[in-house]
Each structure stands twice: as structure tokens, then as C-alpha cells.
């Protein structure tokens, strides 16, 4: 009898948008075991101009396309499927054609100043935090949409969030996955459909919001010129945790309920996994969100600001001629006392773009700390007093989770490419009193994978989408392994 020889399994790719990079990732089995590498990376950033601040939409979808068919050359058993994950709330309208209406807006755009007021006119955020357990931030899509409206556009103009339309453009077909709609200010509280009464009570179209889906979800096959590849031919798009905290959350490898996360990266996202949705008084005076996570759980946080605070800093020192690494800062700080003043890094004008050292100084002035020097001469105490008040920060917020959620947490997970930064973890060891584990630097990627083995499995489930244990069984063994990344990876 005659052996037919063993089938290699096919390949996955996973997409993860970033503010400030994006990268594609192969997952291959070679000798049945897993092996991730990232195969393309592409710097990204808004683009400023006299009509606000935009993301290059365009570019993004050609770096996407790039680092598609540099998998599909590296991987010629074929890809079984893609998955695209990405930062949340920014969308893009479409015209009939699928095409952008327009460049969309990055979140950080100060047109949402004035709307997040006047939504407020419309409904209460009590109200608003009762229907959907959102953290009130006015970079939701919420305040975007209306600010659309107060500029007289079309609001039944179609529209989806930023990684479900590269999904849209991979598949053809436009869904909000529920973990990235979550974080609109508009997902009725704990259940996968939009707050009919929120839509109406600030004047946006329902009918242009699109239809939302669970975590894992097949949305269809890819189509346009990437399917006539060989290895993309009957390749599925399935939506993972499009929102990439959420995806990097389904990649932490605990059990038990005493453990706290945080995602640390552009933005610091600290908070713990729940069952239910929590959103007492104590939660909404706190103002911490209630936002999906894979499986019907809950991923109850707040968001921090995260390295993007030092980035602007080092921004500024390089347009003085001086360019420092993150290495290098942290090797500098090891030399530096602990600040005499914090900062709060939370302060609504550390939220906007520019001149980010002259508010760190005003901030240390008005509380009688001095004031450092502008340019790279205090870059070491600059970071130095960054990362202190970062860990400080993180260690209110591990608090009041406890308080507000009623756990007792003794761990705390740090996630994504922030965890890198050995004294940002040891302050906020020192600072939280928990122990301290260090997941994965890539677990973005991970859980995005993860949720597309699951999916692939045939986990999935009507109205949940796949459940948490089955992703985890694909995380833990993910998480194992290291993430390669070749020397021709950008």
C-alpha cells in the first residue's frame, strides 16, 4: 500500500497597523510547528495639514499589499488565511466605488475638541456611559462623526474603522468587528449591536454604520489582483481582535482571576479581564471602559498615555539636530536620581501633538519643580521623568481597578513592544507592588493568530465568535516560540 504523502499545512498572515508602524507576519509549520517572522515593516504617521490631521490611506494599503506578496513568495504551500488588526475609534468613509471618500482623520486631530461638548448637550455622559460603558475620551468615533456632521459632510455616507477597511479591501466586504466597535462610544454595553438610542439622540445615520461581527469571524475570501497569486488562491479573510490591544490581550497565557494587564506601546492600556461589564458609579466617575474582548469577555481598562509622550520629545530634539534611541536614553536614565515632581501624563494638552517639553514644563512649574532644559541637554532626566510618571500612573490605575472591580490582582502582564523597556518594568514593579511578567513583545501579533487558528478550527461560535480557551490553547503555544525577524524585513 501506497503512503500518500503528508500535506503541509498552509500558512497565515496577520496584519497589525500601527500609528507609528505597521508590520506584516507569516506563520509557518515546519515540521508541524509553528514559526513566526516578520516579513514587512512600514513606518506610518498622520499627515499635517491646513485641513487637520490625516492618515495616508493609500500608502497604508500599499505597504499591506507589499508585505502580502513577500508572505505569499516565502510560503509556497499556500496561505489559509489573513487577519488585520490595528489601533481603534479612526475610520474611513467610502464612496459607492469602495474607495475613500476622503484622507481619514487621525484621532489626534483637534476638530473633536468642540464636538466632544456639543455631543455632551445631546446625551449626558452619564447617559452615555450607562448605554455603553465607555471611557469617556474625545478621540472616540463617536465625537469624530459628529465633528463630521458640525462640517456639514454627508453622514449616510458609509463608513468602517481603519483595519476593517483594509479587511474591506482584502475581502470586499465592510463589517465592524466587536472589539474595535466597542471602542466607538456606540456598542450598546456587553452585546454585539450598535445603541440605536445613541445614534439617534446625537443625529448620526445607523444605516451607514456597518454591521457588526464577532471575533474570528470569516468575513468571505480574498479577491482583486493579490488572489491571483498561487499561494493566495482560496485564502480566507477572517477579522481576529481587529482592535489590536484586544488581539494582544487573547495572546496573554494566564489562567486564574488575579492578574492585571498592560499593552504598553503608542498608548499604555491597563486594565484586567471580566466576565460581565462593570459600569457602577464608582466606573464611570473612575472613567474606565468596558470594552469587548475575544469571546464574550469583557476588557475592563483605561487608557494611559503610553511612549508616544516620548517620542514627541525626541521629535523635538531631533529637529534641533540631536538624535537620541530609546537605548540609549535608558542607559542614560540608569544614572539619574528619581524625579522630585511627577508629571501627570494623562493632562488633555499631552494628548495633542507638539511642543510637548514646553507642557512638560508648565506642568512642573505650576506644581514648584524646575523646569528642564528644552533641548537635548536634559533629554536623560526628560525620558527619566517620563517613565517615573508612567509607573506612577500605571500603580493608581492597578488600584483602582482593584477598588472599582472588586479583585484582588497580584500579577500583572506587560505586553507589546513597551515591554522592552527593563526600567519602565522595574518601576512598575516597584511602584505597583505586583509581580511583574513579561509577555510577548510581538503579542499583538500572536493573538492575531491565535484567534485565525481558532477560527480555522472551526471554534467559532454563533454570537460569541471563538471562546477565550480555545484561543488561548493556540497562545500559549505561540507564545513559546520566538519572532523572527529577517534581515530584509523593514
Known sequence: ??????????????????????????????????????????????????????????????????????????????????GVDGWAVDYVRMHESGLPESAPFCYRDVRTERSEKEVHTLIPPARLYELTGTQILRINTIYQLYADKLARKDVTTPWVNLPEYVTYRLSGVAVAEYTNATHSGMVAVGVHRWSKEVFDAVGLNLTAAPRIVASGTTVGNLRGDLSELSALQDTKIIVPACHDTAAAIAA?????????????????????VLDAPCVTDEARTQNFTNLG????????????????????????????????????????????????????????????????????NAQLTAGGGRPLVADSIDAPATANLIFHSLADRYAKVIRSIEATAMKKLRRVFIVGGG??????????????????????????????????????????????????????KHAQQLTSISVAIPAGAR
Request: aromatic residues 6%; hydrophobic residues 45%; charged residues 20%.
Open 293 to 360: 474582548g475575544i469571546g464574550g469577555k469583557i476588557c475592563f481598562l483605561k487608557n494611559v498615555n503610553g511612549m508616544w509622550l516620548l517620542r514627541q520629545c525626541m521629535d523635538e530634539w531631533e529637529a534641533n539636530g540631536v538624535i537620541w534611541k530609546v537605548e540609549d536614553l535608558l542607559a542614560a536614565c540608569e544614572s539619574q536620581p528619581p524625579p522630585s515632581h511627577l508629571i501627570d501624563v494623562d493632562a488633555p494638552e499631552l494628548m495633542v501633538p507638539g511642543n510637548a517639553i514646553e507642557k512638560i
Open 252 to 272: 496573554i497565557p494566564a489562567t486564574g482571576d488575579d492578574w492585571a494587564f498592560i499593552s504598553s506601546g503608542t498608548w499604555s492600556l491597563v486594565g484586567t
Open 419 to 472: 515591554n522592552k523597556n527593563q526600567l519602565l518594568n522595574r518601576l512598575t514593579r516597584e511602584k505597583s507592588g505586583l509581580n511583574v511578567i513579561l509577555g510577548s513583545s510581538e503579542s499583538t501579533t500572536i493573538g492575531n493568530f491565535a484567534i485565525q487558528l481558532a477560527a480555522l478550527d472551526g471554534a467559532w461560535i454563533p454570537g460569541i465568535g471563538v471562546p477565550a480557551e480555545a484561543v488561548a
Open 1 to 82: 500500500m501506497v503512503m500518500e504523502p503528508k500535506l503541509k499545512r498552509k500558512a497565515l498572515i496577520a496584519v497589525d497597523l500601527g500609528a507609528q508602524s505597521c508590520r506584516v507576519s507569516l506563520l509557518r509549520f515546519e515540521r508541524d510547528e509553528p514559526v513566526v517572522s516578520v516579513v514587512h515593516r512600514f513606518s506610518n504617521a498622520p499627515v499635517s495639514s491646513d485641513r487637520g490631521l490625516h492618515w495616508n490611506i493609500e500608502e497604508i494599503w500599499e505597504g499591506v499589499q507589499a508585505g502580502i506578496r513577500a508572505c505569499a513568495a516565502r510560503a509556497p504551500e499556500g496561505i489559509a488565511s489573513i
